[in-house]
């Protein structure tokens, strides 16, 4: 086949989600030649499927494991400076609350 960028008549398209490049002959209107890119993803193929479902299944289980591990120490942490709070505020007097009325 001829280079495709030296004839006028055959058109570069490339696409935009898969990134396929398109010549297509303008007078005919069809595709003459579709290019991949050498980085194109694999289709998935059904051997495979049981495997990628156990990694995937491990990342997610991953995952939720650091998340319970993050809230246990979350919860001791609020814990403590509610304490710390409740502390202070049992040598504090409370503050007069603030009415409409006095505003004027």
Known sequence: ???PGK???VLKVECPCCATQLFI???QGVVIESRQP???RKEADLKDAHQVLKEESSRIQEKFRQIVEADKGRGATMDKKFKDFME???DEPAPKPLR???LD
């Open 7 to 9: 004839n006028p008549q």
């Open 38 to 40: 050498a980085n194109a």
């Open 100 to 102: 409409d009325i006095d």
């Open 88 to 90: 202070k505020a049992k």
């Open 1 to 3: 086949m001829s280079d």
């Open 25 to 27: 002959d303008a007078g």
